[in-house]
């Protein structure tokens, strides 16, 4: 099974200032015949379902605002929040949907300072 | 408005079996697998398997050897995720997604706790 190790397991951050979240895949995800990584981000609120916000490891789900952003390469990704508002706190999780058994990461919990 | 919608808690005895659904809306049903997740209280997300609903070909995870069943009814649009005999570490919610684009899930339902204990 590929294994997806996020970190940090927990982060706090003011309001208005950037999160970063990291995640690493134990290989690689990147599909060569269409040059697409295989990788999704998602949010999740306690009671609810995990959200998706980002796949193909940059492409923003419709909806999701735009301070939402993936980047990455290799077996490196991260999510960014370039601008924390109240409303982003949540546990958030990376997937990779390369090969089966689609794993998850562990989360990150984001707070605000 | 694509939507999948749940059933409802569960409370069961260990060696009691369970059928739990998922009806699709909004879309065609058949034209995208549909996958359950299962979701140990405070823990993350765990990838147990898909099914196709046009033929019902399934993918497992080595994670749930034999543990669970996935079954579809494509006239009404339900997929079925179910368990010949309950144990207490079966307790957790599971979810059932929407599987687009490869591999993603980009819909999900709202889950069902599935508690287990004597």
């Known amino acids: 099974d590929i294994v997806m190790t996020q970190s940090p397991d927990s982060l706090a951050v003011s309001l208005g200032e950037r999160a970063t979240i990291n995640c690493k895949s134990s290989?690689?995800?990147?599909?060569?015949?269409?040059?697409?990584?295989?990788l999704a981000w998602y949010q999740q609120k306690p009671g609810q379902p995990p959200k998706p916000l980002i796949y193909?490891?940059?492409t923003r789900e419709s909806g999701v605002p735009d301070r939402f952003s993936g980047t990455g390469s290799g077996t490196d990704f991260t999510l960014t929040i370039s601008s924390l508002q109240a409303e982003d706190v949540a546990v958030y999780y990376c997937?990779?949907?390369?090969?089966?058994?689609?794993?998850f990461g562990q989360g990150t919990r984001l707070e605000i300072k | 408005e694509v939507q999948l919608v749940q059933s409802g808690a569960e409370v069961k005895k260990p060696g009691e079996s369970l059928k739990i659904s998922c009806k699709g809306s909004?879309?065609?049903?058949?034209?995208?697998?549909i996958g359950w997740v299962r979701q140990m209280p405070g823990k993350g997300p765990e990838w147990m398997g898909i099914?196709?609903?046009?033929?019902?070909?399934?993918r497992y995870s080595p994670s749930f050897p034999g543990q669970v069943t996935m079954s579809v009814d494509k006239s009404i649009n339900t997929a079925y995720l179910q368990w010949s005999s309950l144990e207490a570490s079966d307790t957790a919610m599971y979810y059932c997604?929407?599987?687009?684009?490869?591999?993603?899930?980009?819909?999900w339902g709202r889950g069902t706790l599935v508690t287990v204990s004597s």
């Open positions: 290989q690689s995800v990147l599909y060569s015949s269409n040059n697409k990584y295989y």
């Open positions: 997937q990779q949907y390369y090969i089966p058994p689609r794993t």
């Open positions: 997604a929407r599987q687009v684009n490869g591999g993603y899930f980009d819909v």
């Open positions: 909004g879309y065609n049903f058949i034209s995208s697998w």
């Open positions: 193909w490891a940059s």
């Open positions: 099914i196709n609903p046009a033929d019902s070909d399934t």
